[in-house]
């Protein structure tokens, strides 16, 4: 079992940043793919950004959003910049019981998911 505990989330004026922190306990997930999902009023969830030995973007937040890890914190984090409104969801962080897929961006390749962050961006 692997807990995920999401943070950080807020209200924020557009072109501002936020960082999300995701803390992990029960497992080390230093070894794990991990992502990061969001999920808007309405909409379905969707991809936002993963990290394996490499980083993986949406086309909507490549540029703007980083994705990091630290080990030694068991935690994942997801740097927000140049928020827009579009971006205004609930952030969700999930972790895979592998290292790797290629199917990164898809919810079905991950086991364990965080309760969500709130991010709402006010234009």
């Known amino acids: 079992q692997v807990q995920l505990v999401e943070s950080g989330g807020g209200l924020v004026q557009a072109g501002g940043s936020l960082r999300l922190s995701c803390a992990a306990s029960g497992r080390t997930v230093s070894s794990r793919l991990m992502g990061w999902f969001r999920q808007a009023p309405g909409k379905e969830r969707e991809f936002v950004a993963a990290i394996s030995w490499a980083t993986y973007y949406a086309d909507s937040v490549k540029g703007r959003f980083s994705i990091s890890r630290d080990n030694a914190k068991n935690t994942v984090y997801l740097q927000m910049n140049s928020l827009k409104s579009e971006d205004t969801a609930v952030y969700y962080c999930?972790?895979?019981?592998?290292?790797?897929?290629?199917?990164?961006?898809?919810?079905?390749?991950?086991?364990?998911w965080g309760q969500g962050t709130q991010v709402t961006v006010s234009s």
């Open positions: 999930a972790t895979s019981p592998s290292s790797y897929s290629s199917s990164w961006r898809e919810p079905r390749v991950y086991d364990f």
